[in-house]
T-cell receptor
């Protein structure tokens, strides 16, 4: 079946630290992969996506590379800011329009 | 600007009551989805629709129903609310085209069943 596993949180970092949030997936064929971000009290917003192997999605300093050989889509940012504090969800989309979400990783960035 | 809205934003109800959560989108998207978000489970799909008069069950559909009478709205009904349905509910929509596959989410409805 289709599923997404992402690292357990919560994650607490100091401002300007390097961020990695691990995400691995299980799917048949070639899914599209996504990272969504949820700020407190809001709905999810698309952060970045990649639709095929070796694609790199990037946005707002965040990056993730679609690695088919390791079935991974790890989220990285070189220097986090307090405003990056949020919950991050990894997700995949297979055929049809259904998404499969991970459980979310809470990030807190302290000044 | 196009948007997706949910109402109410907060709801308290009692066990056994029928509750309807509204979702309205102005993107003119064919696809609409309802999720619930619970700690430790992430988002789980309740029901979804690929167009008017089309509805489908998701992973956790028991106790919930939806109807799609127009493109803009997909109301979610809890037939007889249970405490296990206390959760945050998110509506989402997406275009049908494979190249426009991003889901857009509403702000959520926080439901408490006493």
């Amino acid at each position: 079946g289709n599923s997404v596993t992402q690292m357990e949180g919560p994650v607490t970092l100091s401002e300007e630290a390097f961020l990695t949030i691990n995400c691995t997936y299980t799917a048949t064929g070639y899914p599209s992969l996504f990272w969504y971000v949820q700020y407190p009290g809001e709905g999810l917003q698309l952060l970045l996506k990649a639709t095929k192997a070796d694609d790199k999605g990037s946005n707002k300093g965040f990056e993730a590379t679609y690695r088919k050989e390791t079935t991974s889509f790890h989220l990285e940012k070189g220097s986090v800011q307090v405003s990056d504090s949020a919950v991050y969800f990894c997700a995949l989309r297979r055929t049809g329009n259904q998404f499969y979400f991970g459980t979310g990783t809470s990030l807190t960035v302290i000044p | 600007d196009a948007e997706i809205t949910q109402s109410p934003r907060h709801k308290i109800t009692e066990t056994g009551r029928q509750v309807t959560l509204a979702c309205h989108q102005t993107w003119n998207h064919n696809n609409m989805f309802w999720y619930r978000q619970d700690l430790g489970h992430g988002l789980r799909l309740i029901h979804y629709s690929y167009g008017v008069q089309d509805t489908n069950k998701g992973e956790v559909s028991d106790g919930y129903s939806v109807s799609r009478s127009n493109t803009e709205d997909l109301p979610l009904t809890l037939e007889s609310a249970a405490s296990s349905q206390t959760s945050v509910y998110f509506c989402a929509s997406s275009e049908s085209s494979a190249s426009l596959e991003t889901q857009y989410f509403g702000p959520g409805t926080r439901l408490l069943v006493l």
